[in-house]
């Protein structure tokens, strides 16, 4: 399974950076960081996914309907390719950690809705008076 990373700015090269430190070199992972330069994005994601040949393909972004998205979206129609859009750290090292050949449509969508819950507010009660020794 071959993985794109492509966003605005260099987000991408930063969940590539995590990712690496997280698990480990994986040279099926792909970085398109847009908009960064005078390049067109669309020529730079196009060069990458011919690179892939008919690899299984999926296709991270950062914004819904955005301009990354909108371009990642005229290859959705190749033959087991995929894109997850809004994509954050933590679904990227779900999939990627799994290390499979391809994915199921299915299985991306129940990935995605398990992912949701790591999107949290955090509350940190500071009227708590504790002693500290209750840290767990």
């Given at each position: 399974?071959?993985?794109l990373i492509a966003t605005h700015g260099t987000l991408a090269s930063g969940?590539?950076?995590?990712?690496?430190?997280?698990?480990?070199?994986?040279?099926?992972?792909?970085?398109?960081?847009?908009?960064?330069?005078?390049?067109?994005?669309?020529?730079?994601?196009?060069?990458?996914?011919?690179?892939?040949?008919?690899?299984?393909?999926?296709?991270?972004?950062?914004?819904?309907?955005?301009?990354?998205?909108?371009?990642?979206?005229?290859?959705?129609t190749r033959p087991n390719t995929y894109q997850i859009s809004g994509a954050?750290?933590?679904?990227?090292i779900e999939i990627i950690a799994q290390n499979r050949e391809n994915w199921?449509?299915?299985?991306?969508?129940?990935?995605?809705?398990?992912?949701?819950?790591?999107?949290?507010?955090?509350?940190?009660?500071?009227?708590?008076?504790?002693?500290?020794?209750?840290?767990?």
């Amino acid at each position: 399974m071959q993985y794109l990373i492509a966003t605005h700015g260099t987000l991408a090269s930063g969940f590539a950076s995590a990712l690496s430190v997280l698990l480990g070199t994986n040279e099926n992972i792909h970085v398109v960081d847009c908009y960064v330069d005078a390049s067109n994005p669309k020529e730079k994601i196009k060069s990458v996914i011919d690179s892939i040949g008919e690899q299984p393909l999926l296709m991270f972004s950062d914004i819904v309907g955005g301009s990354v998205n909108q371009i990642l979206n005229e290859y959705c129609t190749r033959p087991n390719t995929y894109q997850i859009s809004g994509a954050n750290l933590a679904v990227m090292i779900e999939i990627i950690a799994q290390n499979r050949e391809n994915w199921s449509k299915a299985e991306l969508k129940e990935t995605v809705e398990n992912c949701k819950a790591s999107l949290q507010l955090i509350e940190i009660d500071l009227t708590d008076s504790g002693d500290g020794d209750d840290f767990f």
